[in-house]
């Protein structure tokens, strides 16, 4: 399926858009709701200032974690506070927003990427699949859409399949995530269960909404999900970004890279405890990436076996 209109015709859309929520001053308890009806709010909260909607999580979802990689990139997913500001009065611009990071969050506070590794596309990058850079094609993503990126923080890259299974609400009208620019992110069909046509969806994967003005769909094909923001969003570079993990000693962490030809028998074990394993192979030999929490507030003991770093064991303290 092609999910592209031209530029031009998503500005003469934007003109005729009806009223949205926002404009009534519905848009923050529309945002509270759809985090509230999915059953988030016990991990999630939501508060407001006179511009955004503050989503808050830890970003680490409470479903299944790395089953299914194959393309590790020799990351793990380790709890981090993340709050992500939606505005609360969305307008449409003229040029699609990209950036090498989160686009927007979903419903249970974790972070939404394009379908990219690399991010911050150019227009062309936006009109022709990168397949490449393709998360899903290349083997980095779990059975539930998401990964560890090289910030050791879980996000999605395409549909978060597990987590839509677990909302209270899932069907094809609930709100399955808010982009940063405002709109809300619905899943492969339009909220009244119709199938979304070919070329309805833009370059960013959405299309004109009666009741916010505009809406990103996920989608069975290429890019997904929400690729770009069509939305407009003062000071864009300064969108929050998941804080990485350092050293205890204040040293920065170096980041993993795939091994070539994938791994094998990768699995990621969670201890009632804190304790966290995630193991593998490669070309025959076991490797590990291992922490359990520290005492101090935010860090971990990680034990490591990578094939980034030569196969040595290393230790080491490690905090937010």
Do not use: K
Request: charged share 20%; hydrophobic share 30%; proline share 7%.
């Amino acid at each position: 399926m092609t999910h592209l209109t031209s530029f031009l015709a998503l500005g003469l859309l934007s003109l005729s858009m009806p009223e949205t929520a926002a404009a009534h001053g519905d848009h923050c308890p529309a945002i509270a709701a759809s985090v509230a009806e999915a059953g988030f709010d016990d991990s999630v909260t939501v508060t407001c200032t006179d511009d955004h909607a503050m989503i808050s999580s830890d970003t680490y979802p409470d479903h299944d974690l790395m089953t299914g990689i194959v393309g590790t990139n020799e990351q793990v997913p380790v709890p981090a506070e993340y709050t992500a500001p939606i505005l609360l009065d969305p307008e449409l611009g003229d040029v699609p927003l990209t950036r090498d990071a989160a686009l927007g969050v979903a419903v249970n506070g974790v972070p939404i990427y394009d379908y990219t590794a690399g991010g911050e596309m150019t227009e062309a990058d936006l009109v022709h699949h990168q397949a490449q850079h393709d998360t899903f094609q290349t083997g980095q993503l779990d059975i539930c859409g998401g990964h560890a990126g090289r910030g050791d923080d879980y996000h999605y890259h395409m549909a978060p399949t597990c987590m839509i299974e677990q909302m209270a609400n899932s069907g094809p009208d609930a709100i399955i995530g808010w982009a940063f620019d405002g709109y809300p992110i619905y899943g492969d069909t339009n909220p009244d269960g119709s199938a979304i046509a070919e070329g309805d969806l833009d370059v960013c994967n959405g299309q004109p909404d009666e009741t916010f003005g505009y809406r990103y769909h996920t989608s069975p094909d290429a890019p997904y999900i929400v690729q770009c923001l069509m939305g407009q969003v003062v000071e864009f570079d300064r969108l929050p970004r998941v804080r990485p993990l350092e050293a205890a000693t204040g040293e920065a962490v170096s980041t993993g890279r795939p091994p070539s030809g994938g791994v094998e028998n990768l699995t990621f074990v969670q201890n009632e405890d804190g304790r966290r394993s995630m193991d593998y192979t490669y070309e025959g030999e076991s490797y590990y990436i291992r922490y359990a929490p520290s005492g101090e507030p935010g860090c971990y003991d990680f034990s490591t076996r990578t094939i980034t770093n030569g196969g040595d064991v290393l230790t080491g303290e490690f905090c937010r």
